[in-house]
């Protein structure tokens, strides 16, 4: 009896919601080609000339062809303001390399008479580094994981009722060291082109 009290409201918001929803496409999923730029990485420690006790930590930036992709999940439609929830990742193996994971919120506009889509969208997760490590006789890889955030503008051109070209989208935030190291935060950069299927 509980859990039938508790999702009542549930229930009732989405018996309210059905008309909006049933008009609406639910889900769309996107793959991409997602250039990522990362700068003030680090890449390990070294020695400064002349000074034999104190390590300096050593930092880097980088472009990696990463490619990703996700899933919108639509939430409600009113008139040709769309919002949604949208998941996304991409990934860059190897040394240089990149990997993302973020959740946000997506706003977008669809004009009645226009094949074009804008939106904005806010989205936080995470975001790993990979980097060749600088530090004397250790080489491998230098590994960076971080909290990130990332604002990001697109543009989408409706090619039919099922398939967008996602012509451009600009994203920029930045990856919070998390371990609280302040001068090891990085900034990031994304430019993502590719396709959206809708259903």
Do not use: C
């Not at 999702?7 to 609406?24: E, F, G, N, S, Y």
């Not at 769309?82 to 946000?104: C, E, P, Q, Y």
Request: glycine share 12%.
């Amino acid at each position: 009896m509980r859990r039938l009290a508790l999702l009542a409201p549930i229930l009732l918001a989405l018996i309210l919601l059905a008309p909006t929803l049933a008009h609406a496409q639910i889900l769309a999923f996107y793959g991409t080609f997602s250039p990522l730029h990362a700068s003030n990485v680090q890449t390990g420690v070294y020695i400064p000339a002349g000074i034999a006790v104190i390590n300096q930590e050593a930092y880097t930036s980088f472009w990696t062809p990463a490619f990703g992709g996700g899933v919108t999940f639509g939430i409600v439609s009113l008139g040709p303001v769309h919002v949604g929830f949208d998941l996304r990742g991409s990934t860059k193996s190897g040394t240089t390399g990149a990997d993302t994971a973020l959740g946000g919120i997506k706003l977008q506009l669809k004009p009645p008479f226009l094949p074009i889509k804008p939106y904005i969208q806010g989205s936080v997760g995470y975001l790993a580094t990979r980097t060749p490590n600088v530090t004397p006789n250790q080489g491998g890889t230098f590994t960076n994981q971080y909290l990130a955030y990332e604002g990001i503008a697109g543009l989408d051109y409706r090619l039919n009722h099922f398939f967008d070209v996602r012509v451009v989208e600009l994203g920029i935030g930045q990856g919070l060291d998390i371990l609280g190291n302040a001068n090891s935060n990085t900034t990031l950069f994304t430019v993502n082109t590719g396709i959206v299927a809708h259903f």
